[in-house]
Structure formats: structure tokens, C-alpha cells
């Protein structure tokens, strides 16, 4: 039985529960354009009534060249997901890459996410997982399946069990990522939600020499098997011009085709439930 992570008093994920959503633009680039892509995204879940939790970066500490676009910061930017928080009543979710970013985070985050290329990182998913707070682990593209249970022992050691799993797509040679569907079969058998980032899975790191690229008309296919599969939430970074996104534009979901994709998500969700091995 998978464990019920509960976020806050409007969104739950695990349990068999029907599909949850983690969405937003990969970095926050200004306060107003963040409020109203989180704005856009809550609209579309209400009239679907799928659960939401908004996603935006406020430091991208792991970027292909010194020269590309961060965020705004630590503090900047947890004042612009504040703001979206208690503006519009969503939980928000954002990755930490530093030890000293995790008290302050905690203060506003209701998710705090480790980046799949430090989700080995003992010292930084203790830490998180000491606030008390729900924390997504990404599982690294360098690592099986089965590798996340000593992220899980870590967890369990610092004396939380409120974490999710996600899936992002698995190195396969250079600038190349696939996805192994088995591994959402596996991961879930450790009694955890699973999630499964379908924009990250269609990356192509470093795939343009000084940044990644991606195949984002890849992104529904991937999100449609995922689902069928029995993910409890899908992760999407979505942007409304992905040609002009400061980050992750090439494997970014444009807003407009947002509602359309979770429709059948919701769909295939509703038919497939939460069984991995019907």
C-alpha cells in the first residue's frame, strides 16, 4: 500500500488517489509573469478538479554555462512564492542545491525538492527532511530503480516518511535521456508516491553545447504512459512561449496545450488506476 502524503487541507497525493499535478515555469523569471502562469494553471485544475501544486525555481544552481539565467535568488525569490501562495491558496514546491537554503525554504515551501544530481547528497536530504516538511527527492539519471531505497532509508533515518519519488528519465548514452517504465513498478513498491516529470524525461542535457535542448512534442506521449502505468501525480514545466523561456524552454510544455493534456491524463487515469501490473 502506498503511503497518503498529505501537502495541505486541498491536496493529497498516494493512497490510490486520483492523479495530482506539479506544475509551473521551470525558473521564476519576474514576480508578475510567475503569479500569472501559477494564476493560468490553477484555473484550468479547478474547472478539471485535479489537485495542484504550483513548481518554480528560484535559484537554478545546475545550469549547462556560468553565463545562463539563475532566478532571482534565495530570498527574492521565496518572497515571489509567498506571495503566489497566499495570493492564490496553492502549495508551492521549489528545489534547494545548499544546506543554508533549506531553513528558509522550509519557512514557505510546502515541498522541498532535491535536484536529481544531488539526490545522493546524505547531509542536504537529511536536513530537508528534518524541517518537517513533504520532500520530492528526484531520482538521479545515473542511478537503477532500486538505488532510491537507501534515499528512503535516509529519510526514515532523520525521521520522516513524508517524501515522493520522482522519475526523470534515465541517461542513455550522451545528451540522452530515456524512460524505462518498469522504474515507476519498482519505485512504487517502496510504499511511496511516485512521480513522473515528463518535461525533464524529454531533456537533452547539454544537447546545444552551452545549454540543454530538448523534444517537448514528446512530452504527452510520455505523460500518457506514465499515467496509464499508475503514477499518483505527473510533473510538467509548462511556460507560455517556450522559445522564450530563460530556462528549459526546449523541453517546456506551452501553457496553451495544458488543459487539453490533462484532460487525457485524467481520462487514462480514471480508467487505468493506480495498478502497476494489470
Not at 538505488?147 to 545528451?175: C, P, W
Request: hydrophobic share 45%; net charge positive; with cysteine.
Amino acid at each position: 500500500m502506498v503511503r497518503s502524503i498529505k501537502i495541505n487541507d486541498k491536496v493529497t497525493i498516494g493512497a490510490n488517489k486520483s492523479l495530482a499535478l506539479i506544475a509551473g515555469p521551470c525558473v521564476i523569471e519576474s514576480a508578475a509573469g510567475t503569479l500569472k502562469i501559477a494564476e493560468a494553471i490553477q484555473k484550468i485544475t479547478i474547472r478539471l478538479k485535479i489537485p495542484f501544486v504550483f513548481k518554480a525555481s528560484f535559484d537554478k544552481a545546475n545550469r549547462t554555462s556560468i553565463h545562463s539565467f539563475r532566478g532571482p535568488g534565495l530570498e527574492e525569490g521565496l518572497k515571489i512564492l509567498s506571495s503566489v501562495k497566499s495570493k492564490l491558496g496553492v502549495p508551492i514546491l521549489s528545489d534547494v542545491h545548499d544546506i543554508n537554503q533549506i531553513k528558509p525554504a522550509g519557512e514557505i515551501l510546502d515541498i522541498i525538492q532535491i535536484p536529481a544530481f544531488l539526490c545522493r547528497q546524505t547531509d542536504l536530504i537529511v536536513a530537508a527532511a528534518k524541517t518537517g516538511k513533504t520532500v520530492n527527492v528526484k531520482k538521479g539519471q545515473f542511478m537503477a530503480p532500486w538505488d532510491i531505497e537507501g534515499i528512503i532509508k535516509k529519510m526514515q533515518e532523520a525521521g520522516s516518511h513524508k517524501l515522493l519519488l520522482t522519475e526523470r528519465g534515465v541517461s542513455f548514452g550522451y545528451n540522452n535521456l530515456v524512460s524505462d517504465f518498469r522504474a515507476l513498478a519498482i519505485m512504487r513498491t517502496f510504499g511511496y508516491p511516485v512521480v513522473f516529470d515528463a518535461t525533464h524525461s524529454v531533456q537533452k542535457p547539454g544537447g546545444l553545447g552551452l545549454s540543454s535542448g530538448g523534444e517537448s512534442q514528446y512530452i504527452p506521449l510520455l505523460a500518457r504512459c506514465a499515467v496509464a502505468a499508475g503514477v499518483d501525480a505527473i510533473f510538467l514545466e509548462t511556460h507560455p512561449n517556450p522559445k522564450r523561456a530563460l530556462s528549459d524552454g526546449p523541453n517546456a510544455l506551452p501553457l496553451k496545450k495544458l488543459e487539453n493534456l490533462l484532460k487525457s491524463l485524467i481520462a487514462i487515469d480514471q480508467v487505468a488506476g493506480k495498478n502497476f501490473y494489470a
